[in-house]
């Protein structure tokens, strides 16, 4: 069973396309990340939420909005893409007490072309 | 701001040898902290952790220890094998904050 699942696991697409990764966890977790690598290793956060909640949104563009249906589900979708989008996307999620750390899914390799 | 530095990879060893990672951290509290590791191709899966000064978290082979006085949470192991061969990430996290900053991560090879 997997703990954090998304989807897709590679995602090739042209600039200026729409496109959406789903992440889903069935760990009863109460928050849900969004972070993305890129091509030198380097994680930065991007969105949490809480319970269906917003509480990070840190410096995005709008073209990258999460949507977060229940509090097992934190998808995202990206608008016109561009080529500096291309990077790993990874999905987390965490207990309210987050001593116990987060638990990755095996993320979303993303290439704009 | 709060913030994380590890030394600069790659670290290239043989097989049996002594590994040290440094991780330096800067922050206006009591973190907790963390060790991620990367496998080629997955996620991150957490290592080790530790959350308060003196801890020792330990995993695998692998040890760190929070250290308050010089701000440093050096991950190590006594002899390592081909298989830990990945990319290695030092994170803190307060509660508050909601979430976890990492470092710029380490890549370990090691050669038979």
């Known amino acids: 069973d997997t703990a954090v699942s998304q989807t897709p696991k590679y995602l090739v697409t042209q600039m200026g396309n729409d496109k959406s990764i789903k992440c889903e966890q069935n760990?009863?977790?109460?928050?849900m990340y969004w972070y993305k690598q890129d091509s030198k290793k380097f994680l930065k956060i991007m969105f949490s939420?809480?319970?269906?909640?917003?509480?990070i949104n840190e410096t995005v563009p709008n073209r990258f909005s999460p949507k977060s249906p229940d509090k097992a589900h934190l998808n995202l979708h990206i608008n016109s893409l561009e080529l500096g989008d291309s990077a790993v996307y990874f999905c987390?999620?965490?207990?309210?007490?987050?001593?116990?750390?987060?638990?990755f899914g095996s993320g979303t390799r993303l290439t704009v072309v | 701001g709060d913030s994380v530095t590890q030394m600069e990879g790659p670290v290239t060893l043989s097989e049996e040898a002594f590994l040290t990672i440094n991780c330096t951290y800067t922050?206006?509290?009591?973190?907790?902290l963390f060790w991620y590791v990367q496998y080629p191709g997955e996620g991150l899966q957490l290592l080790l952790k530790?959350?308060?000064?003196?801890d020792k978290g330990s995993n695998k082979g692998f040890e760190a220890t929070y250290r308050k006085e010089t701000t440093s949470f050096h991950l190590e192991k006594g002899s390592v094998q081909v298989s830990d061969s990945a990319v290695y990430f030092c994170?803190?996290?307060?509660?508050?904050?909601?979430?976890?900053?990492f470092g710029s991560g380490t890549r370990l090879s090691i050669r038979p």
């Open positions: 760990l009863g977790h109460d928050t």
């Open positions: 987390a999620s965490s207990r309210l007490s987050e001593d116990y750390g987060y638990t």
């Open positions: 922050a206006t509290g009591y973190p907790s």
């Open positions: 994170a803190l996290l307060y509660s508050s904050a909601s979430k976890i900053i």
């Open positions: 939420y809480n319970n269906k909640e917003l509480i």
């Open positions: 530790a959350t308060k000064a003196d």
